[in-house]
């Protein structure tokens, strides 16, 4: 009798007294028979099986025979377990439709002569308990009969497991067709391809009803063609897992994953593990793991240090447990993870992810915050390292330092309903978008701080923040292609580092950054309040027509903010193009704050500023406003213009010259002068100063006042004039001057005091 591992015994085979009855008789003690790589006829060993009912409940065991010829149990029925240790089969074992209790291949992977079993045909096979194949060398092509074309090694086409399938250290070599073809299977527990296991053709699981798990630990799946694992359809209740084994070897998959409208009630779950999918095909992705539509009711783990040569694609997918990436994803200038269109239920975590290819979340919702801190995006394809369009994030979008290569974040119209934080994070995409949240809506804060770089154009178009704008401490610079861009970039012909275009800030928005090159355009922006260094945050070709904005703050709250009329009047003069609604805006705000000289002083810059775009009629005009009462800001300066010519006109008439000149007239026709009146005939004394009251005396101030000031009569003008001797002339001249001067300008302080002349 000889010993096992197990504790359990074995009778050697005795040549010349019959096969079948030692083995059931061996079967009957509950020990097995050891052959001693005695030749075994298949024969016979088919003659055994049926002859089960006079074994013992323990089984069939049968160690290191060499059983000759084709094992046929099709549509027999063994009610007791079989199990072959160490034998070698000269032909494929069938047992297509048999209903068989267990049916054990086990060997010793490193003997030094391995135990071979060319081929396993167990289609519609019922299998009440386990089916292992540990240790084996499995080898062959087994053509079924229905599909002429279709050829596998093992077959378990609709099979029924009633536990669980091993296959620990096991090698199935096909010729050319499949390692294993198991479609609509129905397994009770758990398949297990374990420690050394390789396989180097395809594993099909098509349609597969697994209650249990889907364990790759330690395996390694090498097929010669592209698909390595198959599940399309597949429904598995437990986890699917490719994780490393205890004894440090790695899972090694170097094919493709095929995962479509698969069901998945655990995790997926990829540790320590080496995926490389295979070269694709003209104009196709090069896919490591192609999941459209699959249900994980768990998450996707991608853990340790993981590298995954290809893509992760995963479109239109429902992630119950959420994604976890960890390691690298590398598929570089094609897609490395696509989960556009997915239902992600517990978040995205992708900290400190490396991956070369472009990102793909477009039109996906995921309920939870997105992290990709210290990610790695580099490689991608059409420039996109990161496409967001129309994402929904439930939480926040956690981007701090990571570091976008020759790509952009897109969240083109994206929902957020938390904070948008790129601190300290790096995108450089020459000549194209390196962030861009055109239409995004973004309940919280959007963080460009820290350090934040971009080297391209950083895009807020029509972005709706909640919150703040934070860009204190970010380095911006329009960098151009260095070369033509294929396909080409949006063209950026403002040649701006920041657009936000009609963007909505209720929060406020915290400058405080740098301009390396490239202009700002906030044409339509709006904001409730304005942080900023207005000498060194607004390059001159900036674009501020029509941004509103209700205050000024001190960046971060430290200090005060700037409110100094002049200061901003010297941030919009520097401004190369003019444009009126910045302006207008400024002495708007500082009105509201109570500073209505501020403000005055803003309008009258803005149309000193505007002065050069006028025709020069209007110019003329303009430059006579701002002498005057500078553009109707200054209405006194007209009263002061009117008290100058009457006290000038007032000393002129004062001068004993000037007076003799002035002549006065009655009714009878009779003139006089300030000195009095020529004597009429028959008189021998004229009448005295001003005819002994005939005429109003000549008072120089009222009558001044009654020449410069239009609305005023005291009837000095209509009763006094210059004659024509003397300075008569040139007088009448001053006159008529003095009082257009004081038309105009008592027409200018009118209309300036009801601050009507403020337009134009």
């Known amino acids: 009798m000889i010993g096992n591992a197990d504790g359990s015994a074995w009778v050697p085979l005795r040549p010349g007294e019959g096969f079948v009855p030692q083995l059931l008789a061996a079967s009957r003690t509950g ?39 084709r094992l046929d149990l099709r549509a027999c029925e063994v009610r007791v377990p079989l199990r072959f240790q160490s034998c070698t089969f000269t032909d494929p074992v069938s047992v297509q439709g048999a209903a068989l209790h267990d049916l054990v291949f086990t060997a010793d992977p490193a003997a030094a002569r391995p135990s071979v079993l060319p081929g396993l045909s167990a289609t519609g096979a019922r299998f009440t308990r386990d089916l292992i194949l540990s240790g084996m060398v499995i080898t062959g092509d087994i053509r079924a009969r229905d599909e002429k074309r279709t050829a596998a090694t093992v077959w378990l086409a609709e099979a029924e497991v009633g536990g669980s399938i091993v296959a620990l250290g096991t090698r199935i070599r096909p010729g050319s067709g499949r390692a294993v073809h198991a479609d609509r299977m129905r397994v009770a527990g758990n398949i297990r391809l374990l420690d050394g296991f390789r396989s180097t053709g395809e594993v099909r699981l098509r349609a597969v009803r697994l209650t249990g798990s889907l364990d790759l630990i330690g395996a390694e799946l090498a097929p010669s063609h592209g698909w390595a ?50 070269p694709a095909g003209p104009g196709a992705v090069r896919t490591a793991l192609w999941a459209p539509q699959a249900v994980l009711n768990g998450a996707l783990r991608v853990d340790g240090d993981t590298v995954v040569r290809g893509g992760l694609l995963l479109p239109g997918a429902r992630l119950g447990g959420g994604v976890a990436l960890a390691g690298a994803v590398w598929n570089p200038r094609d897609t490395a993870l696509d989960l556009t269109q997915a239902t992600i239920g517990g978040g ?17 919702r995921i309920d939870g ?78 963080r460009l701080c820290g350090g934040f770089r971009s080297a391209g154009l950083l895009v807020l178009d029509r972005a709706v923040v909640g919150g703040r704008l934070r860009a204190d401490g970010a380095v911006l ?50 904001t409730s309040y304005l942080a900023d260094r207005p000498d060194q945050d607004w390059p001159a070709d900036s674009y501020l027509g029509g941004f509103a904005y209700d205050r000024f703050e001190a960046i971060e709250w430290h200090g005060d903010g700037v409110w100094d009329a002049a200061t901003r009047i010297a941030w919009l003069a520097r401004m190369r193009r003019y444009d009126s609604r910045a302006w207008e805006r400024l002495a708007s705000v500082l009105r509201t704050a109570g500073d209505r000289d501020g ?62 000149d002035m002549r006065a007239t009655d009714q009878n026709a009779l003139v006089f002068a300030p000195s009095g009146a020529r004597p009429l005939p028959g008189e021998a004394t004229p009448p005295g100063t001003c005819g002994d009251g005939k005429v109003r005396c000549l008072n120089p101030f009222f009558y001044a006042v009654d020449t410069v000031v239009p609305l005023i009569d005291l009837h000095q003008r209509s009763t006094w004039y210059p004659g024509r001797g003397g300075h008569g002339v040139p007088m009448e001249w001053v006159l008529n001057l003095c009082t257009i001067l004081g038309w105009l300008a008592s027409t200018v302080f009118a209309v300036s005091f009801t601050r009507l002349g403020r337009a134009g």
């Not at 209740?237 to 084994?245: N, P, T, V, Y």
């Not at 904070?419 to 949240?437: Q, R």
């Not at 909505?504 to 490239?518: E, K, T």
């Open 599 to 660: 403000a005055d002083a803003v309008l009258i810059a803005q149309r000193r500023r505007a002065r050069p775009l006028r025709s020069a009629p209007r110019r003329v005009l303009d430059v006579l406003q701002d002498v005057t009462v500078r553009y109707g800001f200054r209405p006194q300066r007209a009263l002061y213009l009117l008290l100058t010519l009457i006290a000038m006109l007032t000393v002129a008439l004062s001068l004993p010259a000037v007076q003799a």
């Open 477 to 526: 610079t329009w960098a151009p292609a260095p070369a033509p861009l294929d396909p080409p970039g949006e063209a950026n012909a403002r040649g701006a580092a920041v657009e936000a275009i009609s963007a909505v800030f209720r929060g406020g928005i915290d400058l405080g950054w740098r301009i390396a090159s490239g202009a700002v355009d906030f044409t339509g922006a709006t």
């Open 348 to 364: 995205v975590d992708g900290s400190g992810l490396s991956v070369e290819g472009t990102v793909r979340f477009d039109s996906a």
């Open 31 to 69: 020990r097995g028979l050891a052959c001693a790589d005695a030749d075994v006829d298949a024969a016979e060993l088919r003659a055994a099986c049926l002859a089960t009912g006079e074994a013992d409940p323990f089984g069939l065991r049968m160690s290191g025979a060499r059983v000759t010829g």
């Open 369 to 446: 915050p997105m992290h990709l801190e210290h990610a790695t995006l580099t490689a991608p394809l059409d420039r996109k390292c990161l496409s967001a369009v129309n994402l929904t994030v439930d939480g926040d979008v956690q981007l701090s330092h990571l570091a976008a290569v020759a790509g952009r974040l897109d969240f083109r119209g994206a929902v957020i309903t938390g904070v948008f934080n790129a601190e300290a994070a790096y995108i450089t995409n020459p000549g194209d978008k390196t962030v861009n949240l055109n239409m995004a809506q973004i309940t919280g804060n959007v």
């Open 229 to 278: 694992l198959d599940l399309a359809g597949a429904a598995v209740g437990g986890h699917i897992r490719l994780l490393a084994s205890d004894t440090g070897r790695r899972c090694r998959v170097r094919g493709r994953i095929e995962m479509a409208h698969a069901t998945v009630d655990g995790d997926l779950v990829v540790e320590q593990a080496d995926l490389t999918a295979p």
